[in-house]
C-alpha cells in the first residue's frame, strides 16, 4: 500500500506551524515559528499583530517543513489546514495558504478542528493509542471533556461554561504580574509554593454534570489579593500560584476520573496547551494509578499549537473520505464536531 504523505497547516493564534507526514503518525517534519516574545509586552495575543506576522513567517515556514522532510511538493497527496476555531484574521493566513497550495497542485484539501487536533497529538506520541477512551482538552481557549468514539467522532460530555482553564490561568498571571504566557510562570512557582495555604473554592456544578466553571475561581483569587492589597498586606506569590492551579486541577482530574469510570473506560488521554502543566500531569496520573486507569499525554512540543497534529486529524478525515472544497472559510468559534 503506498505511503500517503500530508502537508499541514496551523495558524489558528500566535503560532505559525507547517508539518510533513506520513500516513498520519510519522512525523517528518515538524517547523513552529512562535510569536511569543513579539506578544510579551502586550500581555497577551493581539489578533492583527499575530496576522501579519504569519503572512511574513507562512511561505519559510512551510519551505523549511518540506526540506527538512527532504520532499518536494510533488510528493503531497494531500494538505490538511486548520479552519477554526481561532482569531479569524490569523486562520485566514494559513487557510488562504493551503487553499492556493490545493488549487496549484491539485491535490486534495482537508479542513480540521483544532481541538481535534489536540486531541490527535496523542496518536502521534503513542503509535498503539487507538479510541476509544476518554478525553480531557485543556488550552488557552477551551476545556473539554470529551468521549473518543472513533478517529473523527465524539461526544462531548462536558464543557467549560465560562472561562477555559488556560484563560483563567492567563488572568491570574495578569493580576499576579508575572507576565505572559501565564500558565508555565504559575506552573513553575507552584512547585515552590504550597498548595494548601488558601482554601480557594473548587467549583463541581451539578452533580451530575461535566462541565466546568473557573470564573468563580477566578474571581475568589483576585477578591483575595484586593482584600490583601487594601489592609496593606503581603501576599506570597508563590502560595497563591500553588494554591489556585491546585484548585483548578483537582476538578479537572476528578471530573475526568468520574467521566471514565461513569462511561466505562480505563483509559483516559490528556491534551492542549494545559497537558504541559505538570501538576496537572503529576495528579491525573496519581488518581488515574488509584483507580486502575491508564493515562496518556503527548510530549511538551506536541501540546502546544502545531501543524503535526493537524496532519494526523486530516490524515483519518482523508482516508474516512472527508475533503473540503475551495469555498471552505476560516470558522472561529468552531465546535468540535462541527463540519
Request: charged share 25%; net charge negative.
Amino acid at each position: 500500500m503506498k505511503d500517503i504523505i500530508t502537508l499541514a497547516i496551523e495558524s489558528s493564534c500566535d503560532e505559525t506551524s507547517a508539518a510533513v507526514l506520513k500516513n498520519g503518525r510519522e512525523v517528518l517534519a515538524n517547523i513552529v515559528a512562535t510569536q511569543i516574545d513579539l506578544h510579551k509586552k502586550f500581555g497577551g495575543v493581539v489578533p492583527e499583530v499575530a496576522s501579519r506576522k504569519h503572512v511574513e513567517n507562512i511561505d519559510a515556514v512551510i519551505q523549511t517543513a518540506l526540506d527538512e522532510a527532504d520532499i518536494k511538493f510533488d510528493d503531497i497527496d494531500l494538505i490538511g489546514v486548520t479552519y477554526g476555531p481561532g482569531l479569524v484574521g490569523a486562520l485566514l493566513v494559513g487557510l488562504s495558504t493551503a487553499k492556493a497550495l490545493s488549487f496549484a497542485l491539485n491535490k486534495p484539501l482537508v479542513g480540521v478542528n483544532h481541538i481535534e487536533g489536540h486531541i490527535c497529538a496523542n496518536f502521534i506520541e503513542d503509535k498503539n493509542l487507538e479510541p476509544p477512551f476518554i478525553c480531557l482538552i485543556v488550552s488557552g481557549g477551551h476545556t473539554h471533556l470529551v468521549e473518543v468514539k472513533d478517529y473523527g467522532e465524539y461526544e462531548i460530555l462536558g464543557r467549560t461554561r465560562d472561562d477555559a482553564a488556560g484563560e483563567a490561568f492567563d488572568k491570574i498571571a495578569r493580576a499576579l504580574k508575572l507576565g505572559y504566557p501565564g500558565g508555565p510562570i504559575i506552573d513553575k512557582l507552584a512547585k515552590i509554593g504550597n498548595k494548601n495555604a488558601i482554601d480557594f473554592p473548587r467549583v463541581y456544578l451539578d452533580e451530575d454534570s461535566f462541565d466546568f466553571s473557573f470564573s468563580g475561581l477566578k474571581s475568589a483569587v483576585l477578591n483575595y489579593l484586593n482584600s490583601k492589597r487594601m489592609r496593606n498586606e503581603d501576599v506570597v506569590v508563590e502560595d497563591i500560584a500553588a494554591s489556585f492551579q491546585e484548585a483548578v486541577v483537582e476538578v479537572l482530574v476528578n471530573k475526568s476520573i468520574k467521566a471514565a469510570k461513569v462511561k466505562g473506560y480505563n483509559k483516559i488521554v490528556l491534551a492542549g496547551g494545559v497537558a504541559a502543566n505538570s501538576g496537572l500531569r503529576e495528579k491525573l496520573i496519581q488518581k488515574c494509578s488509584e483507580n486502575n486507569i491508564t493515562v496518556k499525554y503527548p510530549s511538551i512540543e506536541l501540546c502546544t499549537d502545531n501543524a503535526a497534529m493537524i496532519g494526523c486529524a486530516a490524515y483519518y478525515d482523508y482516508i474516512k473520505g472527508k475533503i473540503s472544497n475551495l469555498t471552505l472559510n476560516a470558522v472561529p468559534n468552531l465546535k468540535l464536531g462541527q463540519k
